[in-house]
């Protein structure tokens, strides 16, 4: 049984920083990528990148993120795998929601309680 367990959240300022962890215990069998996940109040949860789960030996782990925030936020893997964390820079207001770590693409069983994060000044 697969448990995500997100943490890092809180109170910025527009133009700061935070990042982002997800600790991955369990099996990964079955599971290609793991991704970041944000819900805004009033909005439908929304995809905002994902990092495949093996990189074949290759130590290229192939990233995607969503157009909104393409070259502020990075997802990366640590070195044990067990975490994968998610690097927001340059944050913006319309950034604040609960964000959330899943499978790519996501499983309901793996929803977690997710981390608050707060743009504002």
């Known amino acids: 049984q697969v448990q995500l367990v997100e943490s890092g959240g809180g109170l910025v300022q527009p133009g700061g920083s935070l990042r982002l962890s997800c600790a991955v215990s369990g099996s990964m069998s079955g599971i290609y990528a793991l991704g970041w996940y944000r819900q805004a109040p009033g909005n439908q949860r929304e995809w905002v990148a994902r990092?495949?789960?093996?990189?074949?030996?290759?130590?290229?782990?192939?990233?995607n993120y969503a157009d909104s925030v393409k070259g502020r936020f990075t997802i990366y893997r640590d070195n044990d795998k067990s975490t994968v964390s998610l690097q927001m820079n340059k944050l913006k207001v319309e950034d604040t929601a609960v964000y959330y770590c899943n499978s790519v693409p996501p499983r309901e069983k793996y929803w977690g309680q997710g981390t608050q994060v707060t743009v504002s000044s």
């Open positions: 990092i495949l789960t093996s990189d074949g030996g290759t130590n290229y782990a192939d990233t």
